[in-house]
Nanobody, 117 residues
Framework: QVHLVESGGGLVQPGRSLRLSCAAS????????LGWYRQAPGKERELVAT???????KYGDFVKGRFTLSGGVSQNTVALQIDGLKPEDTAVYYC???????????WGQGTQVTVST
């Protein structure tokens, strides 16, 4: 099993920045990719960004430069920097791992990000 633990969420004012972190433990040899998804109230969970063990990155359609992914599989950690936060960024952010040997996936428990005055 691969365990993912997130940290860094909270209540933030619009325009501010926030950094989310995620640490993987357990069967880390199974890590193929790490990244983040988010789920806003009443909406489906959506991709924010992921990075594979080979360094390939994938971003959600809404990502337009305000989101920066760092870390990766070799470090067993992944972080998400969000700049210029907007109210529509309010969501539960989930750390995600794509696994192989055997294939599968793992999710963190989620961390709430609320953007409000």
């Amino acid at each position: 099993q691969v365990h993912l633990v997130e940290s860094g969420g909270g209540l933030v004012q619009p325009g501010r920045s926030l950094r989310l972190s995620c640490a993987a433990s357990g069967d880390i040899y199974r890590l193929y990719a790490l990244g983040w998804y988010r789920q806003a109230p009443g909406k489906e969970r959506e991709l924010v960004a992921t990075i594979t063990s080979g360094g390939s990155r994938k971003y959600g359609d809404f990502v337009k430069g305000r989101f920066t992914l760092s870390g990766g599989v070799s470090q067993n950690t992944v972080a998400l920097q969000i700049d210029g936060l907007k109210p529509e960024d309010t969501a539960v952010y989930y750390c995600y791992a794509d696994l192989y040997n055997p294939t599968g996936e793992s999710w963190g428990q989620g961390t709430q990000v609320t953007v409000s005055t």
